[in-house]
């Protein structure tokens, strides 16, 4: 570059060191990006004369560092400057390249800042660059979930998140995320009690009510090197596949409080002890113990016993079998009774527990139950016809099981069916 009478080099652009381009091919990507700047169509026999994958790496190589060394070039007008400059400009011809989305990396950045995440995370010893790869790796995930191949895509070709935090993610390696992603496990239980303190201080939370369940997903493969991935029930019915168990504990704005990832294989009633034991060690409750919420999978009778011995109080969705309909009480309630739904509900306290018991009965639900019921019944077993009297096409079944009640309530204790 020639300044004044002399001759000086000045550097454009860094292309840093993960730039794996073959260097036979620098002069075409070199006359691309040139092009690109003077705003020319690029002459497809001089420069793109190759195989279509390299075709598509050079030209998109050639689109981030054109963008990225106008962003560098561009200055700022000077506001003292009255000259007025103006310039035509055909509308029709104007073409957009490179274009990324932004509005709802904005939101999630804006919820990552407000929650003070960055700055916890300079705070653990993430530098600067594996800050940025850390929260473009958690907004990839909360605006287009996937793997980190996806979010890596997502990252480089889809966001402008980029922009807003003033980080290349062109020059991201996908290493580098897999990286960051075992820095952010390592630190798991700290940043959820951070996250979970921050969200308290901003939204003055309730969390006299925490939520617990389970869910598990499975794997491709056996997955020979995760202790974790085991065989067992799925609930995506995918029962030749390797499993992990997640378990999430909620509060009752649905705000996360802790998780956990189990062996495939674990029994879900045990997982009960660790989660709230672990919620303990955090203290996210200032030491009030919260009603804790779960379904019939995890309430067994061990798990009730140790809530009432650890002073906790529960709702939860009874394993008895013996149950009371309601419309069969003397003092049955009805909390619903329109045209398309109708609940009546019964209450009991145990006289040897304490609990409160709520007896739920839907009408609605009865006979959607009976009617399935019907169908399986009818599919499983045929229609065998009765081998007397003259109607030999009516159904010959079983008895329709009784339908059990399966709403709670909170109670003093704790509640039942």
Not at 39 to 46: F, I, R, S, T
Request: charge should be neutral.
């Amino acid at each position: 570059m020639r300044i004044g009478k002399q001759v000086k080099q000045r550097t454009l652009l860094n292309i840093g060191a993960d730039f794996t381009i073959d260097k036979k091919y620098w002069p075409l990507l070199t006359a691309r990006i040139e092009q690109l700047q003077q705003g020319l169509e690029p002459h497809q026999e001089e420069l793109f004369n190759l195989a279509d994958d390299l075709n598509q790496l050079l030209e998109a190589t050639a689109q981030r560092y054109s963008s990225l060394m106008t962003a560098k070039l561009s200055q700022p007008l000077d506001s003292k400057t009255t000259t007025r400059d103006f310039h035509h400009v055909d509308i029709n011809h104007v073409e957009a390249i490179n274009t990324r989305s932004i509005g709802v990396g904005i939101l999630a950045l804006h919820a990552a800042q407000q929650l003070q995440l960055d700055e916890k995370l300079m705070a653990l010893g993430f530098n600067k660059v594996d800050t940025a790869t850390a929260l473009g790796t958690i907004i990839g995930r909360m605006v287009s979930p996937g793997s980190e191949l996806q979010t890596h895509d997502w990252l480089q070709n889809q966001t402008g998140l980029g922009e807003l935090l003033g980080h290349d993610y062109g020059n991201t390696s996908l290493t580098r995320l897999y990286t960051v992603s075992d820095k952010l496990l390592k630190h798991q239980a700290t940043l959820e009690y951070f996250l979970a303190d921050r969200e308290q201080t901003l939204f003055n939370l309730n969390r006299k009510i925490v939520l617990y369940d389970l869910t598990n997903t499975y794997f491709e493969g056996q997955c020979a090197r995760n202790p974790k991935a085991k065989f067992g029930r799925s609930k995506e019915k995918r029962t030749d596949c390797p499993l992990v168990t997640l378990g999430l504990v909620l509060d009752g704005d649905g705000f996360p409080l802790s998780s956990q990832v189990f062996p495939g294989n674990a029994s879900e009633p045990a997982t009960l002890k660790l989660m709230l034991d672990e919620l303990r060690d955090k203290d996210p409750f200032h030491q009030i113990k919260p009603v804790v919420i779960m379904d019939a999978g995890i309430a067994s009778a061990d798990n009730i016993a140790w809530l009432i011995e650890q002073d906790y109080h529960y709702l939860v969705v009874s394993r008895e079998q013996h149950v009371k309909n309601p419309r069969d009480q003397k003092t049955p309630v009805a909390v619903r009774d329109t045209w398309d739904s109708n609940v009546v509900v019964y209450r009991e306290v145990g006289q040897e527990t304490g609990e409160t018991r709520l007896y739920c009965h839907s009408e609605q639900k009865a006979k959607k139950e009976r009617g399935e019921s019907l169908f399986l019944r009818k599919l499983v077993l045929g229609i065998p016809a009765q081998a007397s009297g003259k109607n030999l096409t009516r159904p010959l079944m079983p008895p329709a099981a009784p339908i059990r009640p399966r709403h709670l309530v909170p109670t003093q204790q704790g509640v039942g069916t």
